[in-house]
């Protein structure tokens, strides 16, 4: 008996959450949104023009032969002087003989000097650029080179 009484207990829940379901999903599509479009004053004055009249039909039909674009034309300057920082001045290592040996010989140097250097090359030149001011330092860096038979010289260069 209990079992026929839960049977049909759990048959009309069943039924009823179906019931429930159907009436939420089906009345879910019955409402009514009212929407109202605004047209702006440059729609409106698009509406009120010929088609004819546009721009572009107007190049089309014309029989010149004008090479020019339908566009605007813009001339823009900007003053970038003062955002450009000025020239540093810089100095050059220049080196007689080039060869494996010397470089070497110049990293270390100026590596043991505690110099800041940039070592780059162009062709098969080596560009060396100290940067720093003390002139008794960068004597020193020629005459520490001397002492490896590199003949070498100091020149300003600015950046």
């Not at 409402?31 to 109202?36: A, F, G």
């Not at 020239?87 to 494996?100: E, P």
């Amino acid at each position: 008996m209990q079992k026929k009484i839960l049977g049909v207990f759990f048959t009309l829940l069943f039924v009823g959450i179906i019931g429930i379901l159907y009436n939420f999903f089906n009345y879910a599509d019955d409402t009514i949104v009212e929407t109202k479009k605004y047209i702006s004053p440059i729609e409106r004055q698009n509406k009120t023009q010929p088609l004819n009249s546009s721009w572009i039909k107007g190049l089309a039909q014309s029989k010149k032969s004008r090479y020019e674009y339908p566009v605007n034309e813009l001339f823009m300057q900007i003053d970038l002087h003062k955002y450009i920082p000025p020239k540093v001045k810089s100095y050059k290592l220049v080196i007689a003989n080039v060869d494996r040996y010397s470089i070497f010989c110049v990293v270390q140097t100026l590596s043991g000097l505690n110099l800041p250097f940039v070592l780059s090359k162009d062709r098969n030149v080596p560009n060396i650029s100290i940067s720093s001011s003390n002139e008794k330092i960068l004597k020193k860096v020629t005459n520490k080179l001397k002492n490896y038979d590199i003949e070498s010289k100091i020149v300003e260069e600015w950046l």
